[in-house]
C-alpha cells in the first residue's frame, strides 16, 4: 500500500502551501524560551498529561531568534543539496512550550527579529488559547497584516471530562473564543488534535471532529497518543491505567475523524513525530510509515475521503 494514495483523499498541507508560496517551503522550529503556564503556576500545575517536561524544546532559547534561523537554514541548505532539490523558503515557527507566554512588549521583539530575518515567507507561533490577551491578540493582527502568519492552537480533544483528566487547563469554550477572535481578526488558525486520548473512542473522535468542523478553521493537525517517558501520562501507563489504542484502532480513527472534517480543511499533520523523548507506548508509533499506510489502507479499503461525512461547515 503506497502513503501517497492519502494525497489522492485527504487535503493535506504541502501541496497547499507550495501553491501558496509558488514554491517549497519549509519550517524552521524556533523556541523563544519562553515556558509553559501550565507548569510553572500561571495557569496551572503539572502540565498536559502527555507532555513530558522539555515538551518540544531543544534548548534553543538560549541562541538568538536570527542565530536559530541561521542555523535552520544553514541544515536547510545542506539538506537540498545533498537531495538535488530546490532551496525551500523559510517559515518560523515559534513551537516550543507556548509561544505566547509573555506579555506583548516581551513578544513584540521576538516576533519582529524573525519576521526582519532575509527572505523569510512567514511565521508560524503555536500557543494555548488561554495564553492571548488583547494587547497579544493585537500583536499577532499586526504581524498578519505585513507578513503571512497562522496561530496554532492545542486543544486536544473536544470533550470536557477529557480536558479535564489531561489537565489542559482550559475548556472547550475557551478554544472556541479564541478562534473566533483569531477569525475577527484576519488569522488563519489550525487546531492540535490528538486521538487516543484515555477514555476516548470512535464516538469522541468524531464528536471532536464535527465540532471542529464549524468553526471555520484553516487546518488541523492531528498527533496520535503516544506515552512519552517524563510525562505524567507514563506513570498512569506504567501502573496499567490504560491501554494505547493499537494501530488498526487509530487508523479507523483517524480515517473517520478525517471524512468528518470539511474536505477544505488543511491536514497540517496525520501522525505524530515520536522526537527525542523516549517512546515507551505504543511501539507502532515509531514507525510513521506503517501508520501511513494504514490510514491508507482503511480509507480506501471503506472509500473513505476527507469531507465524506461533513455536515456541520460554518
Ligand atoms: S502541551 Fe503545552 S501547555 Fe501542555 S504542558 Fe506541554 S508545553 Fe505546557
Redesign the pocket.
Known sequence: MDASLLAERITLLGPVLRARFGGPVAKIGREAGLG????DGTLGRG??AY?PPR?SGRGQGRSSITQQLEQGLERLASRAARAGRDMPRLLAYFQA??STHAPAGRLAPLFEEARAFPGLAGLVVST?PDCLDPPRWDLLSHLAERLPLWLEL?LQSAHEPTLAAIN?GHGLACFDAAVAQARARGIEVVAHIILGLPGEGLEQTNSTARHLAGLGLWGVKMHNLMVLEGAPLAANFAAGGFTPWGLEQWAEAAAHFLARLPRQTVIHRLVADPGPERLLAPDWAAHKDLALKALAGYMLEHDLRQGDSCQNTP
Open positions: 509553559c503556564p501550565n507548569r502540565g498536559c507532555c515538551a512550550h507556548t494555548r492545542g489542559r
